[in-house]
């Protein structure tokens, strides 16, 4: 997945969600763990919140990720 260029933050934890969230192997937009970190709003910005844990996480966008150009056989 590509997670990324989202308005304020590429991700945040629903209000109440106290569970911890596995999320590794997409790409944020950055492969600097704190770039990425600032992007998130869990429970590194509120203890109410579970965390997301995101590394390890994609180091450049996948090649299949968005729009594709599908060749139509006549």
Same mark, same amino acid.
């Given at each position: 997945?590509?997670? +990324?260029? !989202?308005?304020?933050? !590429?991700?945040? $934890?629903?209000?109440?969600?106290?569970?911890?969230?596995?999320?590794?192997?997409?790409?944020?937009?950055? /492969?600097? /763990?704190?770039? =990425?970190? +600032? +992007?998130?709003?869990?429970?590194?910005?509120?203890?109410?919140?579970? +965390?997301?844990?995101?590394?390890?996480?994609?180091?450049?966008?996948?090649?299949?990720?968005? $729009?594709? /150009?599908? /060749? =139509?056989?006549?």
């Amino acid at each position: 997945n590509t997670i +990324q260029k !989202n308005e304020r933050y !590429n991700f945040v $934890m629903g209000d109440r969600q106290k569970l911890d969230l596995p999320m590794p192997g997409n790409w944020w937009g950055s /492969k600097e /763990k704190e770039e =990425i970190g +600032q +992007q998130i709003f869990d429970k590194v910005d509120d203890d109410e919140l579970g +965390q997301v844990f995101f590394m390890p996480a994609l180091s450049a966008p996948h090649s299949l990720v968005g $729009m594709q /150009k599908e /060749k =139509i056989e006549p």
